[in-house]
């Protein structure tokens, strides 16, 4: 469960992170220059401000959760990995994987060479 809380978080501080950057004023104008209404309130240096701070403390916070999130990853202890399993599981059906003095199987072709 801890673990979906933190997916669900890096997923939110994503989404958010795009749209912070995408609002941010470029060298071009970006998307900042529709939000005229908050340059007068704030002003535009205090607005490029807040949103540079918050671009840094979302993308600090995605390494943060990241690594926690790495570390909280649910294991299977003792089970081994998917991979391992399925070889496993491939290795007691595979023909070729017979003991020494097996017989290989029968086929129709070693037949039809007797019945002429």
């Not at 970006?30 to 993308?59: E, M, Y």
């Not at 909280?72 to 059906?93: C, F």
């Amino acid at each position: 469960m801890f673990y979906l809380i933190l997916i669900i978080l890096l997923v939110i501080a994503a989404v958010l992170l795009c749209f912070v950057v995408l609002i941010q004023n470029s060298k071009g104008g970006g998307l900042a220059a529709g939000f005229s209404s908050s340059n007068a309130i704030l002003g535009v240096r205090k607005a490029t401000d807040i949103l540079d701070k918050l671009t840094w403390g979302l993308a600090i916070f995605i390494v943060v959760v990241s690594i926690i999130s790495a570390w909280a990853i649910p294991s299977q202890v003792g089970k081994g990995s998917a991979i391992q399993q399925q070889a496993l599981e491939e290795a007691g059906t595979n023909p070729y994987d017979l003991p020494a003095g097996t017989a290989a199987p029968f086929t129709e072709s070693q037949n039809t060479g007797d019945a002429e």
